[in-house]
């Protein structure tokens, strides 16, 4: 595990450069720009605020601010784990010409998807930010509790970046399970809805760790309480452990990407 950190840290400019690549080539050739960054947050908002207002009036429950900024707050963070994974799968792939040549750690490509798709986040960060403050949701001291949470998703989602972007090598069929996946994977995590929603059945919907660290987020900004540690627990397992087993996995692995991508 020390030499693989060792060896990335010797390449991090590598993976800035190729970061800041995958931005500039998102951006510079669409007629929005930066403004992509926030489109799809926005939709995600929009959709989720016409689930959450039909709901409300078929419970007879009013819809309120606070189911504004619960979905805003949560729409970002789902965009970026979906955009990291989608240019992660197809990162190898993807770059094959530089895969077969020198010499490089060959993580830099999918880390190098999750740090621009991080670029997105803090962009579409601004606008959630306002929305939140025109909600009047307020600040209280469990917010301290959010890098924490973040920083789970981020290890979360590049553990499965590079898990994925290492099968996609083998098996190219995976890249297109993965759309189904992230295309359907909204309806099964409290993105629209949150968890307590479903009574008996929420602990089922937070065994999906994104739904669990996303529940926590909307618990220390939104509900200004603090998580619930058993879930953020069993989310930080899924993030430290699966991110160490997928870096492994993908450094046994390294050695026949040349011959297989």
């Known amino acids: 595990m020390r030499?693989?950190?060792?060896?990335?840290?010797?390449y991090r400019h590598l993976l800035y450069m190729l970061a800041w690549r995958d931005i500039k080539i998102r951006y510079k050739q669409s007629a929005m720009g930066f403004l992509w960054a926030i489109l799809m947050p926005a939709l995600i908002i929009t959709a989720g605020v016409l689930v959450r207002y039909a709901f409300?009036?078929?419970?007879?429950q009013p819809f309120k601010l606070s189911d504004l900024a619960s979905v805003s707050l949560k729409s970002a963070p789902w965009a970026f784990f979906v955009g990291s994974i989608r240019f992660a799968t197809g990162s190898l792939t993807g770059n094959s010409n530089l895969v077969t040549k020198i010499y490089f750690p060959r993580e830099v490509f999918p880390l190098s998807a999750v740090l621009a798709a991080l670029f997105d986040f803090t962009v579409a960060s601004g606008v959630i930010l306002l929305v939140l403050i025109a909600a009047r949701v307020g600040v209280s001291l469990e917010v301290l509790w959010l890098p924490l949470i973040l920083l789970l998703l981020v290890l979360l989602t590049a553990g499965l970046g590079m898990?994925?972007?290492?099968?996609?090598?083998?098996?190219?069929?995976?890249?297109?399970l993965v759309e189904v996946f992230l295309t359907f994977g909204i309806l099964f995590t409290p993105v629209f809805y949150e968890a307590r929603m479903f009574g008996k059945w929420a602990p089922i919907l937070l065994l999906n760790p994104v739904g669990a660290i996303l529940e926590a987020m909307n618990n220390v900004v939104v509900l200004h309480k603090p998580p619930e540690m058993?879930?953020?627990s069993y989310a930080a397992c899924w993030s430290l452990c699966g991110s160490i087993v997928a870096w492994r996995i993908f450094d046994k692995a390294e050695g026949s990407f040349a011959e297989t991508v």
Not at 3 to 10: A, F, G, P, S, Y
């Open 3 to 10: 030499r693989m950190l060792t060896e990335l840290l010797e």
């Open 56 to 60: 409300s009036m078929g419970s007879g």
């Open 163 to 176: 898990f994925l972007a290492c099968a996609n090598v083998f098996f190219r069929d995976v890249k297109y």
């Open 230 to 232: 058993l879930w953020l």
